[in-house]
C-alpha cells in the first residue's frame, strides 16, 4: 500500500481521538494485530457516520473527518 | 432524543443553580441573562423551576474554565469541544462547565459561540437528556448558529424532557398585552376593598399546623411588595403570589418561580410603569426590570443607579402615580419622589414620610395604585390615602382585597 502521508496521520490520529471521546472508542495499545483494531475503528467510524445521517462506509472520507471537525459539545454520543 | 444510562433525573421540581464566574468576553449581565433564559426554555415545558443562588452549593454549578479544570475531560482549546455537562446527581453532578478558549457572545454571529444556545443545550445534559440524532434539535451534538430571538425547542427536545419530567403543570398565563388603562371607576362590591368592622373579621382559622401558604384570609396577613401588572394586582409574600385580576372574582394562588424562574423570592419592593408596560422589583441594594415574563436584558442593576445615597441599601416599598408620573420610594421613615421624565431624584428629598402622608406615621412594607387612590400597606392593615390631598380616607384589613 502507498505510504500514508503525513496529512492522513494527523488525520487518522485526530479520529481516533474523536471516536474515543464522543464514541466510546477503545483502541488495543498492545494488541499484536494491527487488523483488529482498524476493523474496531471502522465499526466507530459507521456509528458515527449513521448517528449524523452520513453515507454508512466505515471509511474516514472528506464528509466524515469535517464533520468530526465541527465545533461541538463534549458529551459523548453513545455511551456504555 | 436519548437519556443517560438508567435515565437519572432531578427528583424534585425546585432546581437551584449559581453562576460560578464569568467570561471576560461578555458582560456579566449578559451571562446572566442568556443562563436565565436557558433555564427558562426548560421550565416552560416542564413542571420544574430554577432558582438562582448566589452562594454555596447549588444542584447546578455554572463555570468558566480552559484545558484541565480539575475533571477527567480537559477542554481543547479554542473550536472543537465547546462545553460539557454532567447529568443529574449530588456533586459533580448538573454542573456544566464553558471552554473558556472560545469567544463568548450573546449574539448569533460567526465569529463567537452564541452562550444562550450552548447554554440551553449544556443545561439539557444537566437535566438528564443526552444527545439527539435529530437535525436542528437542541441536543444535536454539533453547534448550530442560529436565530435566538424566538427560539423553540424541537418537539424531539420538549419528547424527550418530558419523559423525565412531564409536562409543565397548569402554569399561569400573564396577560399577553397592556389591558386597557383602566379608568377609575366605582369599584364593584367584588373589587372594593370592604372596610374591616369586628363583625366581618374572619372567623379565626386556626389550622391544625401552619400551611405554607397564608391563608387568604388570615387577619395577621402581611406583604412583601405589591403591583399591579397590565390591569391585575399582584401582591407578593415569600416565594408566593396572589393575583387579582378585574376580569374574575377569585384570587389566583401563584408562585414567582411560575412567572419568573430566575428571580429568588422575597422582594421587598414592586410597581408598576404602566406606560413602559414594564414592572421593577427590588430585592436587597438590586432591582429587576420584567415586561411580562421576561426579564429585560442588563439587570439586575444597584439601586444607586435611580439615585439612592451608599447607605440605603434596600428600600421597604415603592408606587408608581401614573397620573404624576412620578414615583415613590419609601425606606425607614422617609420617602423619595423619583420622576420617570427625568429618571431621576426629584430635589428636596428625603422628605418624612409623616410630614406629607398625614396619618401615615410608620414605615411602609407595600404601596399600591388603583383606580387613583394611594394603598399604604403596614403589617396587617392597610391605609387608603387621596394622594392629591394626601388626606387619609381610611383604615383596612391588608387582605380586603381578597373578598374576605
Known amino acids: 500500500f502507498p505510504l500514508a502521508t503525513e496529512k492522513e496521520k494527523e488525520d487518522e490520529q485526530f479520529a481516533k481521538k474523536y471516536l474515543e471521546n464522543f464514541y466510546d472508542f477503545k483502541e488495543e495499545k498492545n494488541s499484536l494485530f494491527k487488523s483488529k483494531n482498524l476493523n474496531h475503528m471502522a465499526e466507530k467510524i459507521r456509528e458515527m457516520q449513521s448517528f449524523f445521517g452520513l453515507e454508512v462506509t466505515g471509511e474516514l472520507n472528506h464528509k466524515t473527518l469535517d464533520m468530526m471537525k465541527k465545533p461541538r459539545c463534549g458529551i459523548p454520543d453513545i455511551r456504555s | ?404
Open chain 2, 1 to 404: 432524543y436519548s437519556t443517560f444510562p438508567q435515565s437519572p433525573r432531578w427528583k424534585k421540581e425546585e432546581v437551584t443553580y449559581r453562576i460560578l464566574n464569568y467570561t471576560p468576553d461578555m458582560l456579566q449581565a449578559d451571562v446572566e441573562e442568556a443562563i436565565a433564559r436557558a433555564f427558562q426554555l426548560w421550565s416552560s415545558v416542564t413542571p420544574l423551576r430554577f432558582t438562582r443562588l448566589y452562594n454555596g452549593q447549588a444542584d447546578i454549578m455554572i463555570s468558566f474554565a480552559a484545558g484541565f479544570h480539575g475533571d477527567f475531560y480537559s477542554f481543547d482549546g479554542p473550536g472543537g469541544t465547546l462545553a460539557h455537562a454532567y447529568p443529574p446527581s449530588n456533586g459533580i453532578g448538573g454542573d456544566a462547565h464553558f471552554d473558556e478558549d472560545e469567544n463568548w457572545t450573546k449574539f448569533t454571529t460567526y465569529n463567537g459561540f452564541n452562550l444562550f444556545l450552548v447554554a440551553a443545550h449544556e443545561l439539557g445534559h444537566s437535566l438528564g437528556l443526552g444527545h439527539s440524532a435529530v437535525f436542528g434539535a437542541l441536543m444535536y451534538p454539533i453547534y448550530m448558529a442560529r436565530d435566538t430571538r424566538d427560539f423553540r425547542l424541537s418537539q424531539d427536545d420538549i419528547d424527550g424532557i418530558q419523559v423525565l419530567y412531564g409536562p409543565p403543570r397548569e402554569s399561569p398565563v400573564l396577560p399577553t398585552k397592556a389591558f386597557p388603562p383602566q379608568n377609575p371607576t366605582e369599584m364593584t362590591s367584588a373589587e372594593a376593598p370592604t372596610e374591616m368592622s369586628p363583625r366581618e373579621e374572619p372567623t379565626e382559622t386556626t389550622p391544625s399546623k401552619t400551611p405554607t401558604r397564608p391563608q387568604d384570609c388570615d387577619p395577621h396577613l402581611t406583604f412583601d411588595a405589591i403591583t399591579t401588572l397590565r390591569g391585575e394586582t399582584l401582591f407578593f409574600k415569600g416565594s408566593y403570589v396572589w393575583r387579582k385580576s378585574p376580569y374574575f372574582s377569585d384570587v389566583e394562588h401563584d408562585t414567582i418561580s411560575s412567572f419568573w424562574p430566575s428571580l429568588t423570592a422575597g422582594f421587598d419592593a414592586a410597581y408598576e410603569v404602566d406606560k413602559k408596560d414594564q414592572v421593577l422589583f427590588f430585592k436587597d441594594d438590586q432591582y429587576w426590570a420584567v415586561s411580562g415574563y421576561s426579564i429585560e436584558a442588563g439587570f439586575p442593576k444597584p439601586i444607586q443607579n435611580l439615585g439612592f445615597p451608599t447607605s440605603v441599601r434596600k428600600i421597604d416599598a415603592a408606587v408608581h402615580d401614573q397620573n404624576t408620573k412620578k414615583t415613590y420610594f419609601f425606606v425607614g421613615d422617609k420617602y423619595w419622589s423619583f420622576s420617570e421624565n427625568t429618571q431621576s431624584m426629584e430635589r428636596g428629598y428625603p422628605r418624612k414620610i409623616a410630614a406629607d402622608f398625614q396619618g401615615i406615621g410608620h414605615t411602609v412594607d407595600a404601596a399600591l395604585q388603583k383606580n387613583g387612590l394611594f394603598y399604604f400597606f403596614h403589617g396587617s392593615n392597610q391605609y387608603e390615602v387621596d394622594i392629591k390631598s394626601k388626606k387619609l380616607i381610611r383604615i383596612m384589613k391588608s387582605n380586603s382585597w381578597f373578598n374576605c
